[in-house]
């Protein structure tokens, strides 16, 4: 069942975030828009938006004139006619009668073109002088956002809320607000969510059931517009749980029929749907592990039955032994994922991306890269981030999380190359989990939006510093002129160091409160199962992780293993 927006939330200051109109333009000339004759039909949507945009800015039309175009052939790259979601601004005119271009060679393009320019208005008009020339493009095709959320409505690791998508077992949402959030997340250039939790309960396997699936499509239908394609989190169990199979063996060939049956019958509901996402052999979860087989051949069986649709299977490689006996110091936690899934390069199918977080532990306040980060030339990867704040704060404490995305980012792989560099080459998507939920403001507390930006961003184009990010976000929040904006820019840049400062100092994970993860805790974790050790004693803190320790510091690069 649909509902609608109240008034009094949708007036809320933060319910619009960075797309709030900041002060109107009062007697100075707007803008009319137009469009040329390649503005088809499948950009309206754009053009709608542009004006939209435009009437929550000015109090006028004049001759000022924005021309949205679509040239299919507009941004060339080697070996392709075009870059998908690629766009042009250009500015041409007088000061007073300007006209400003945007020209897409996609739908989408055009849509992305739109909130670029709708966001330099809101900043600084005076910025789109005559003779400005902006393209703009991806790094990479994939920009994902994963929801956490259950199917009674709660959100596992979330603080701003109860679920955008999901209540009580069904799916229930504010049709009004879904479309402004897909507005939201559209405008920073995320283009795939996935909006059920990566710990799919029996109960919400059914969501690619032909009972559940025409729900789903009522939600992509809402994203669609966005340029926004849906994801799945499905359970490796499907088979047992939803086709009464007595195994989920991915060599069996009864199971291979039932994920083909089911992936048919999904993209017959949702024929853009952009593929599943699974969490296998972790944390008390099933997966190929259990029988013996490899993490490649658990993917490919689900792969194999997408490919026909060309759908993707997300593959997490958070594997790990989540019950290490405290006394064992040979087994060390961060070596997992490369022990599970290097040895397996070239060996996933095509459509498979296997999904890593970006530190070899847990979203910890500060880790080294993952290891496996560029180490699969012959797989398809995905760098995982966690923007809703778990081990750094809970949107209880201010924590600018891209401080630490641009410090993981600017990490050496090799010698001669940072993490930057492999994104849209050996990293060919980016993903993040959701700090989102129905809270007015989205975020728990207003100053948190400045994460959801950032990350939208940052995977569109991974060389933007956290500062950059920071002052554009804090001037469509608060305003160009606002006395608060400087202070708050330096308390969000402070943040991390402040942070880490009480919480984990000297890169110490783990020193928070069992369970939820929050408030400082020296040995919460010491004792426990999860593989979480600092080790202290009274001669020495840390763990050993050289060659003559656990030797995790071999899974490096040997110009990196050297540093």
């Known amino acids: 069942m649909n509902s609608r927006s109240t008034d009094r939330t949708r007036h809320s200051f933060g319910y619009h975030a960075w797309l709030q109109p900041l002060t109107r333009a009062t ?19 754009a053009v709608q938006e542009c004006r939209r945009g435009l009437g929550g800015l000015y109090d006028q039309d004049s001759r000022q004139e924005i021309l949205l175009a679509r040239e299919p052939d507009a941004h060339p790259q080697p070996g392709s006619s075009h870059i998908s979601e690629a766009y042009t601004l250009s500015v041409s005119g007088a000061e007073e009668r300007l006209q400003i271009t945007v020209t897409a060679s996609d739908s989408s393009g055009l849509l992305y073109g739109v909130y670029d320019l709708l966001g330099r208005l809101r900043q600084d008009a005076n910025t789109l002088s ?15 956002l994963n929801h956490w959320d259950n199917l009674d409505g709660s959100v596992e690791r979330g603080y701003a809320g109860s679920s955008l998508f999901l209540r009580g077992s069904v799916i229930g949402y504010d049709l009004d607000r879904l479309t402004d959030y897909a507005r939201l997340l559209s405008s920073t250039g995320i283009n795939r969510i996935c909006l059920n939790n990566v710990n799919v309960t029996h109960e919400a396997a059914r969501l690619i059931t032909d009972e559940r699936l025409p729900e789903l499509a009522r939600v992509a239908d809402i994203f669609r517009p966005f340029g926004i394609r849906l994801l799945i989190a499905v359970h490796f169990e499907s088979p047992v749980l939803l086709g009464g199979l007595t195994t989920p063996d991915p060599v069996d060939t009864t199971v291979a029929a039932w994920w083909e049956r089911t992936a048919a019958s999904c993209y017959h509901h949702i024929p853009d749907l952009a593929g599943f996402l699974v969490k296998a052999d972790s944390e008390f979860r099933s997966g190929p592990a259990t029988m013996g087989r490899t993490q490649a051949e658990g993917a490919n069986v689900i792969a194999r039955a997408l490919a026909p649709y060309g759908g993707i299977v997300f593959w997490r490689c958070f594997v790990y032994n989540c019950q290490q006996d405290w006394r064992d110091t040979k ?31 847990d ?59 492999l994104i849209g080459h050996e990293i060919e998507a980016v993903v993040a989990v959701a700090n989102t939920g129905t809270d007015a403001n989205w975020t728990g507390h207003l100053l948190a939006q400045a994460n959801l930006y950032a990350y939208g961003h940052l995977a569109w184009d991974p060389k933007r510093t956290a500062n950059d990010l920071l002052s554009e ?15 708050i820019l330096d308390m969000l840049m402070r943040s991390r160091h402040v942070y880490e400062q009480y919480n984990a100092p000297l890169g110490i994970g783990w020193m928070v409160k069992i369970h939820h993860h ?30 003559t320790g656990t030797g995790f510091t071999a899974q490096y690069h040997p110009a990196v293993r050297d540093m």
């Open 27 to 45: 007697g100075k000339p707007g803008f009319v828009v137009r469009t040329s004759r390649s503005v088809e039909e499948d950009c309206a949507f």
């Open 130 to 144: 005559p003779g400005l020339v902006i393209t703009r493009r991806p790094a990479v095709s994939m920009r994902v």
């Open 331 to 361: 087994t060390d936690r961060p070596k997992a994922a490369y022990e599970y899934f290097h040895k397996l390069d070239g060996q996933f199918d095509r459509n498979v991306i296997l999904q890593i977080k970006h530190g070899p532990m």
């Open 363 to 421: 979203f910890q306040v500060r880790e080294p890269n993952s290891p496996l980060l560029g180490a699969m030339p012959a797989t398809r990867q995905a760098v995982e981030f966690q923007i809703t704040q778990e081990y750094t704060g809970q949107q209880i404490d201010l924590y600018a999380l891209p401080v630490q995305w641009e410090e993981v980012l600017n990490h050496p792989v090799t010698d001669a190359r940072d993490t930057r560099d």
């Open 473 to 487: 976000w804090t001037m469509l929040t608060f305003g160009a002129d606002s006395p608060a904006r400087e202070p």
């Open 518 to 547: 929050y408030g400082p805790s020296v040995d919460g974790y010491e004792y426990m199962k999860w593989g979480t050790y600092h080790r202290a004693d009274h001669a020495a803190i840390g763990v050993d992780r050289t060659r």
